[in-house]
């Protein structure tokens, strides 16, 4: 069906596609924002290319609003636009008592202003805290901080190469890459 949106796919930023710190580690950052050093995670590029082939893709971090988009320009071909690129500003805070600090959170029924719903809206996210209502429209990966043989991203550019855009409902992927099932690759 042609005149289906495609689905879309949020990108987290911090410990998902890459890990920023203040002193570096025993290698060159991929990327210096001032004081930060900036680590690529393995395969980040990759997966935004993959995501980019059949989604809509989007980027949406907890970071400051300087940050973000410093990052974006750094790791997201030039040749891609992101539908928006959302920083801490659109996150929704909330002081929490058992961590005696701000935690925010990203609300995914704000998608409704770009046309998107819960049924065609997938994050890519390593905290579940920041997206706890939304559960099943995570795809949850392990956290990185720097690890040069990470390879958490790899089995996922694999999963999303598999998705062909086409779902009723992409609800039951988030699911489906908790168990790490990969959807049959179309042929
Ligand atoms: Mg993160």
């Known amino acids: 069906m042609s005149d289906r949106k495609k689905p879309l796919i949020i990108f987290d930023l911090d410990e998902t596609l890459i890990h920023s710190r203040q002193e570096p580690l025993g290698r060159d950052?991929?990327?210096?924002?001032?004081?930060?050093?900036?680590?690529?995670?393995?395969?980040?590029?990759?997966?935004?290319?993959?995501a980019s082939k059949n989604h809509e893709i989007a980027v949406w971090s907890?970071?400051?609003?300087?940050?973000?988009?410093?990052?974006?320009s750094q790791i997201f071909p030039a040749h891609l636009e992101p539908l928006f690129i959302w920083n801490r500003e659109h996150c929704s805070a909330k002081f929490e008592i058992s961590y005696l600090q701000t935690m925010f959170s990203k609300d995914l029924h704000k998608m409704r202003d770009f046309g998107?719903?819960?049924?065609?809206?997938l994050i890519i996210e390593d905290d579940p805290l920041k997206?706890?209502?939304f559960g099943a429209n995570a795809i949850i990966v392990s956290q990185y901080f720097g690890e040069?043989?990470?390879?958490?991203?790899?089995?996922?550019?694999?999963?999303?190469e598999?998705?062909?855009?086409?779902?009723?409902?992409?609800?039951?992927?988030g699911l489906n890459w908790k168990t790490?099932?990969?959807?049959?690759?179309?042929?």
């Not at 004081?35 to 290319?49: D, G, T």
Request: net charge negative.
């Open 29 to 50: 950052a991929d990327y210096v924002l001032e004081r930060l050093h900036v680590y690529f995670r393995p395969n980040a590029v990759e997966l935004i290319l993959a």
């Open 62 to 72: 907890a970071g400051s609003p300087l940050y973000v988009d410093s990052i974006v």
């Open 116 to 121: 998107y719903d819960l049924k065609n809206t």
């Open 180 to 187: 790490k099932i990969l959807p049959r690759t179309a042929s």
């Open 162 to 173: 598999g998705l062909n855009g086409h779902g009723e409902d992409v609800r039951d992927i």
């Open 148 to 160: 040069e043989g990470d390879d958490e991203l790899s089995g996922l550019v694999q999963f999303i």
């Open 131 to 133: 997206i706890r209502d």
